[in-house]
Each structure stands twice: as C-alpha cells, then as structure tokens.
C-alpha cells in the first residue's frame, strides 16, 4: 500500500513539474518577444532544472534506495556523465546568438562541421529540456553503495 502511494505522489508531482515547465515555456515565449536575454535566461534555468527534477523522480526508487544506505556513496561514470549534460542543458538557446553571434541549422539541415555541435543546442531549448530529463536519471544511475 505505500508503495503505491508513494508512485501516486510520483505521479502527481511530475504532472505539477510538467505544467510549471509548460508555464515558463509561456513565459519564454513571451520574453522572447520582448528580447529581455536576462529574464529569457533565467527561466530556461528553472526550466531545466524542472526538468531534471523530473529525471530523478522518474529513477526514484532508486535514488530513495542508495540515499537510504548508511554506507558512503561511489561515484561512476554514469555520474560524471550526467553532469555534464546538465551543464550543456543549462545553456540556453540565446546564447549562442548573443555570445557567439551565430546561429547553426542542426544536421542534416545544416550539414556537417559546426552544425553537427551547436546545430540542435540554438535553435530551441527542447533538446536542452530532454538532455536535463537524462542528467538527472544518469545521476541518479551513477551513484553506488558498492565497492
């Protein structure tokens, strides 16, 4: 029985993640067109964070697992992994026009070369928003109370 509502309050609190994401797409959306950069960053910001909230939730029985044990965690390369992701999400798309003055067309649209590394990174902040989702569940995977 707590198991289940344990995966209800999942549930739930990953329908309310979604529609606070939904609402500061809106939100982006609107500072967008107002080209207010700072405010457009910070909410791409919230939003991934939201996003990977929501990859630890979708590993969290793991994650309540490996936080209970009173041994001392391990880290692996699923880990650093993560990490890595998260920091490339937390790039917004508006900073590859602002900051590197450019924007790329993703592959194959775009081609080969440049494209192919920032292509699908400043175009929308979707792909951000998925590499967030598998940070969190990389993270998650990543720490062991193995030896």
């Known amino acids: 029985m707590r198991r289940n509502i344990i995966v209800i309050g999942v549930l739930v609190l990953?329908?309310?993640?979604?529609?606070?994401y939904t609402s500061i797409l809106w939100e982006i959306r609107d500072v967008a067109s107002q080209l207010d950069v700072n405010t457009m960053i910070l909410y791409h910001g919230i939003?991934?964070?939201?996003c990977f909230v929501l990859g630890?939730?979708?590993e969290h029985q793991s994650l309540i697992q490996r936080l209970s044990h009173k041994?001392?965690?391990?880290?692996?390369?699923?880990f650093y992994l993560g990490l890595i992701l998260l920091a490339l999400a937390l790039v917004p798309?508006?900073?590859?026009?602002?900051?590197?003055?450019?924007i790329h067309s993703p592959f194959p649209k775009g081609g080969v070369g440049i494209n192919m590394v920032t292509g699908l990174f400043n175009q929308f902040s979707?792909?951000?928003a998925i590499?967030?989702?598998m940070a969190g569940s990389l993270i998650v995977k990543g720490l062991n109370t193995k030896q």
């Open 93 to 102: 798309p508006v900073f590859y026009l602002v900051y590197l003055g450019s």
């Open 14 to 20: 990953g329908w309310l993640i979604l529609n606070v």
């Open 47 to 50: 939003a991934i964070i939201l």
């Open 71 to 78: 041994e001392k965690l391990k880290t692996s390369f699923s």
């Open 126 to 128: 979707n792909v951000q």
């Open 131 to 133: 590499l967030s989702v």
């Open 56 to 58: 630890l939730l979708l």
